[in-house]
């Protein structure tokens, strides 16, 4: 297991001695019960991997003729396994729009992002404070884009979301600047108004790079569990979401929640949190994600 193998199972460790370190034992026993297969069913679900999702595991568990361990392992990867890339515009700059409720850590993903990129793929990055509707949200951006040295747009506090946008791709492609990076209103997915100012955003984009967004990341907070796919399909009924980005892996017991959302919405993985320092934040790896769910520690 490389470097990034290493922080995936250092970041999933709750998850790991809370759950499938019993499944993992319960399947290294060979031939199962019908009380193994109950007692794996139910922490599974414990997990957070929804009932649905569980059902359809075990019964493709039951299926396999191989080891029940290796084909959980096969199984899961296989859902968790998607498009990690970042697609850039052809000409810059590339738009990014990051979407998602308050306190997902939305902000701080962006932060990080904007550190991964410059440092990952030299890219010049612009932060767009178009979460107007808090001033701590525009602070709180500032001090990020300091940190990852990038630079940063932004208006009052109450300025119209779209405008800052606006600006903020005007001046990356006056300024030959690679990447827009745009932070979003942490709106409530059911506030209708609220999801028409997020499409307003987009709109307004377009008129200057026509073919952005490039992408539109929903970031997902691992600890909100359940609710975290409601708010994901909420958000998707209501913009193209191109990727996600789970965040707090390491701060919940049921990262289960990520095999679900994979699942039930077919968006990939793009990118994961796994602490609170700037460069924790790792590309989503499936297989490093189920190999650290079951590697004993």
Same mark, same amino acid.
């Given at each position: 297991?490389? =470097?990034?193998?290493?922080?995936?199972?250092?970041?999933?460790?709750?998850?790991?001695?809370?759950?499938?370190?019993?499944?993992?034992?319960?399947?290294?026993?060979?031939?199962?019960?019908?009380?193994?297969?109950?007692?794996?069913?139910?922490?599974?679900?414990?997990?957070?991997?929804?009932?649905?999702?569980?059902?359809?595991?075990?019964?493709?568990?039951?299926?396999?003729?191989?080891?029940?361990?290796?084909? #959980?392992?096969? =199984?899961?990867?296989?859902?968790?396994?998607?498009?990690?890339?970042?697609?850039?515009?052809?000409?810059?700059?590339?738009?990014?729009?990051?979407?998602?409720?308050?306190?997902?850590?939305?902000?701080? %993903?962006?932060?990080?992002?904007?550190?991964? #990129?410059?440092?990952?793929?030299?890219?010049?990055?612009?932060?767009?404070?178009?979460?107007?509707?808090?001033?701590?949200?525009?602070?709180?951006?500032?001090?990020?884009?300091?940190?990852?040295? @990038?630079?940063?747009?932004?208006?009052?506090?109450?300025?119209?979301?779209?405008?800052?946008?606006?600006?903020?791709?005007?001046?990356?492609?006056?300024?030959?600047?690679?990447?827009?990076?745009?932070?979003?209103?942490?709106?409530?997915?059911?506030?209708?108004?609220?999801?028409?100012?997020?499409?307003?955003?987009?709109?307004? %984009?377009?008129?200057?790079?026509?073919?952005?967004?490039?992408?539109?990341? #929903?970031?997902?907070?691992?600890? @909100?569990?359940?609710?975290?796919?409601?708010?994901?399909?909420?958000?998707?009924?209501?913009?193209?979401?191109?990727?996600?980005?789970?965040?707090?892996?390491?701060?919940?017991?049921?990262?289960?929640?990520?095999?679900?959302?994979?699942?039930?919405?077919?968006?990939?993985?793009?990118?994961?949190?796994?602490?609170?320092?700037?460069?924790?934040?790792?590309?989503?790896?499936?297989?490093?994600?189920?190999?650290?769910?079951?590697?004993?520690?």
């Amino acid at each position: 297991m490389g =470097l990034f193998g290493k922080k995936f199972k250092k970041g999933l460790t709750k998850t790991r001695n809370s759950f499938f370190k019993r499944i993992f034992s319960i399947l290294r026993g060979g031939k199962l019960s019908r009380e193994d297969i109950e007692e794996i069913e139910e922490l599974l679900v414990l997990a957070d991997v929804s009932i649905e999702t569980t059902e359809m595991l075990i019964e493709k568990l039951l299926e396999a003729k191989g080891d029940p361990l290796v084909e #959980l392992e096969k =199984l899961l990867i296989e859902i968790l396994s998607g498009d990690t890339s970042l697609h850039f515009a052809d000409a810059p700059p590339t738009v990014i729009s990051v979407v998602g409720v308050n306190g997902t850590g939305k902000t701080t %993903t962006i932060g990080k992002l904007a550190y991964y #990129l410059k440092n990952e793929y030299r890219k010049n990055v612009v932060l767009a404070a178009a979460d107007t509707f808090r001033a701590a949200a525009i602070d709180q951006l500032k001090i990020w884009a300091q940190k990852a040295g @990038t630079d940063f747009i932004a208006h009052q506090m109450g300025s119209d979301p779209a405008a800052v946008a606006y600006d903020a791709v005007n001046h990356a492609k006056a300024t030959g600047k690679d990447v827009v990076i745009i932070d979003t209103a942490g709106r409530l997915h059911t506030k209708y108004n609220l999801m028409n100012e997020l499409n307003k955003i987009h709109r307004v %984009t377009k008129k200057i790079v026509p073919d952005s967004p490039h992408e539109v990341l #929903l970031i997902v907070d691992a600890t @909100t569990g359940q609710n975290g796919l409601v708010q994901a399909q909420k958000f998707k009924e209501a913009v193209n979401i191109t990727g996600l980005v789970i965040t707090k892996l390491d701060g919940t017991a049921k990262g289960g929640i990520a095999i679900t959302i994979r699942e039930k919405l077919g968006i990939p993985i793009k990118f994961v949190g796994l602490g609170e320092n700037i460069d924790d934040f790792e590309v989503f790896s499936a297989e490093d994600f189920v190999k650290s769910l079951f590697e004993e520690a």
